[in-house]
């Protein structure tokens, strides 16, 4: 769990250096989605059920997620707006909340992971 959250973190905060230039952030968003979704499978699988903080979160990590790549394939490939505004929303600020959100809910479950298993030593 430490090193999907360091593997996590080093793609973060690289997308967010290259967001300098918007270009470059919006293609670091491309690894960063890839790392993220590998990881919240690994993490839905290893936590759903000995959590309910990752069951809650995770579960509105996944309707998000799911929600901005059909909201993306619907812009690109049937309504084809020229809305400027509406692309930005869908290609740079969404994804990037989500990965926030990612980010806040992976170091949660990931202390908390530590925490169940460090044996309880009583002296």
């Given at each position: 769990m430490k090193t999907l959250r360091k593997i996590n973190n080093?793609?973060?905060?690289?997308?967010?250096?290259?967001?300098?230039?918007?270009?470059?952030?919006m293609l670091a968003q491309i690894p960063l989605g890839?790392?993220?979704?590998?990881s919240a499978i690994i993490i839905t699988y290893k936590m759903?059920?000995?959590?309910?903080?990752?069951?809650k979160h995770l579960t509105i990590y996944w309707i998000f997620t799911l929600t901005e790549l059909?909201?993306?394939?619907?812009?690109?490939?049937?309504?084809q707006s020229s809305n400027d505004f509406i692309e930005l929303l869908l290609m740079v600020f969404f994804p990037?909340?989500?990965?926030?959100?990612?980010?806040?809910?992976?170091n949660h479950i990931t202390k908390e992971y530590e925490n169940t298993r460090?044996?309880?030593l009583i002296i």
């Open positions: 080093i793609a973060f905060y690289t997308t967010l250096i290259l967001f300098i230039t918007v270009y470059l952030g890839i790392i993220q979704v590998i759903f059920l000995k959590s309910d903080y990752a069951k059909y909201l993306f394939y619907l812009e690109q490939y049937h309504y990037m909340a989500i990965a926030i959100y990612f980010k806040i809910i992976m460090k044996p309880n």
